[in-house]
């Protein structure tokens, strides 16, 4: 089967991870990369092999031989670009935060289904396979149920070679959406639908105007229970002494896996005394795995072989819960979805 044309819209540092996987998969083929920046736009098509470059991502669209599109800009533009695209007959893939309001993420969803293409989310946590351990022993009762899912994560706002829009809220709603939708959609995946969301949000940091300092408490259907800190208000260079992920429940906790020579390894504590479970498992670990296996997902859904494993409504449920969070943050309010 002849691979897949391929077409990039945005040459920063997200296309780093999936340029990457499209030039090393045999399923498709990188045809074009558009770019305000030209310098950049030229310097990835060459790198990566594309015959052509361009400013305006309308010239890209109009190429006959781009199939889909892969959207890898801020996520306030993510919404028009991923409506002509669909509009031009391109399937899509597009970078998380889906969009910044719940109207530009059905419009994009609606765009996709009146073309009848695949819009695919980039959530490629869901290809992570530590965070698929994490998940599959929580489901099994590992720990019981109800579980609370901890999610801590502190650092300063995303440094060179990434863009200083990210904390900028003209174009960012800084951490929570840019890198927390990843944590939101994977517990969703893991619990389900969300019940309540309750939250603290507010800038502390030095560094830009975007809400950098975000606790949220996210109430699942299903009874379980997700804290996560997300953190961008500490000083460049500056990590905290506590982060990481783990998995708390009335008969123990799970661990995030540690590396292996060869894979990896998850550790369930339960029982009187802290009994210990070591649980070995294939993982590659690192984001070089990951995308490909995202990218291959995103063309057997194209090719009808598969279905997106991030569609545009779990993008869509994702940010519905960032909003929830600053809601809940100004109102006061434990806020319920899903949101009027």
Same mark, same amino acid.
């Given at each position: 089967? +002849? /691979?897949?044309?391929?077409?990039?819209?945005?040459?920063?540092?997200?296309?780093?991870?999936?340029? /990457?996987a499209?030039?090393?998969?045999?399923?498709?083929?990188?045809?074009?990369?558009?770019?305000?920046?030209?310098?950049? *736009?030229?310097?990835?098509?060459?790198?990566?092999?594309?015959? +052509?470059?361009?400013?305006?991502?309308?010239?890209?669209?109009? !190429?006959?031989?781009?199939?889909?599109v892969?959207?890898?800009? %801020?996520?306030?533009?993510?919404?028009?670009?991923?409506?002509?695209?669909?509009?031009?007959?391109?399937? $899509?893939?597009?970078?998380?935060p889906?969009?910044?309001?719940?109207?530009?993420?059905?419009?994009?969803?609606?765009?996709?289904? +009146?073309?009848?293409?695949?819009l695919?989310?980039?959530?490629?946590?869901?290809?992570?396979?530590?965070?698929?351990?994490?998940?599959?022993l *929580?489901? *099994?009762?590992?720990v019981?149920?109800?579980?609370?899912?901890?999610?801590?994560?502190?650092?300063? /706002?995303?440094q060179?070679?990434?863009?200083?829009?990210?904390?900028?809220?003209?174009?960012?709603?800084g951490?929570?959406?840019?890198?927390?939708?990843?944590?939101?959609?994977f $517990?969703?995946?893991?619990?389900?639908? $969300?019940?309540?969301?309750?939250?603290s949000?507010?800038?502390?940091?030095?560094?830009?105007?975007?809400?950098?300092?975000?606790?949220v !408490?996210?109430?699942?259907?299903?009874g379980?229970?997700?804290?996560?800190?997300?953190?961008w208000?500490? %000083?460049?260079?500056?990590?905290?002494?506590?982060?990481?992920l783990?998995?708390?429940?009335?008969?123990?906790?799970?661990?995030? /896996?540690?590396?292996?020579?060869?894979?990896a390894?998850?550790? $369930?504590?339960n029982?009187?005394?802290?009994?210990?479970?070591?649980?070995?498992?294939?993982?590659?670990?690192?984001?070089?795995?990951?995308?490909?296996?995202?990218?291959?997902?995103f063309?057997?859904?194209?090719?009808?072989q598969?279905?997106?494993? *991030?569609?545009?409504?779990?993008?869509?449920?994702?940010?519905?819960?960032?909003?929830?969070?600053?809601?809940?943050?100004?109102?006061?309010?434990? !806020?319920d979805?899903?949101?009027?």
């Amino acid at each position: 089967m +002849r /691979p897949l044309g391929i077409g990039m819209i945005g040459a920063g540092a997200i296309s780093n991870a999936h340029l /990457p996987a499209v030039a090393s998969s045999d399923k498709t083929r990188l045809i074009c990369v558009a770019d305000i920046n030209e310098d950049l *736009a030229a310097q990835k098509a060459d790198q990566y092999g594309a015959s +052509r470059h361009v400013t305006d991502y309308s010239d890209l669209l109009a !190429i006959e031989e781009v199939e889909a599109v892969i959207i890898g800009i %801020p996520a306030g533009l993510h919404a028009q670009v991923a409506v002509d695209a669909c509009e031009a007959g391109k399937h $899509v893939m597009v970078e998380k935060p889906m969009a910044r309001t719940l109207q530009e993420c059905d419009a994009m969803i609606a765009a996709a289904d +009146r073309a009848g293409k695949v819009l695919q989310v980039a959530m490629v946590r869901r290809f992570d396979a530590d965070w698929g351990k994490m998940r599959e022993l *929580a489901l *099994a009762g590992k720990v019981g149920r109800p579980c609370v899912w901890r999610r801590l994560a502190q650092g300063s /706002p995303p440094q060179p070679p990434y863009g200083a829009w990210y904390s900028d809220c003209r174009y960012s709603d800084g951490p929570l959406a840019e890198s927390g939708a990843h944590d939101f959609d994977f $517990v969703r995946y893991t619990f389900g639908d $969300v019940k309540a969301v309750t939250a603290s949000t507010r800038h502390v940091g030095h560094i830009g105007d975007v809400q950098d300092m975000n606790i949220v !408490i996210v109430d699942f259907d299903s009874g379980d229970q997700m804290l996560c800190m997300w953190c961008w208000s500490l %000083p460049p260079g500056c990590s905290a002494g506590v982060a990481g992920l783990d998995v708390m429940g009335p008969d123990g906790v799970i661990l995030a /896996p540690s590396r292996l020579e060869d894979g990896a390894s998850a550790c $369930v504590v339960n029982g009187p005394g802290g009994a210990q479970e070591t649980v070995p498992f294939d993982s590659p670990r690192d984001g070089a795995y990951w995308f490909p296996g995202q990218l291959d997902n995103f063309v057997e859904s194209i090719r009808g072989q598969q279905t997106p494993r *991030a569609t545009g409504l779990d993008g869509r449920k994702a940010q519905e819960i960032v909003l929830a969070a600053f809601e809940s943050s100004k109102t006061g309010r434990r !806020i319920d979805l899903p949101l009027s």
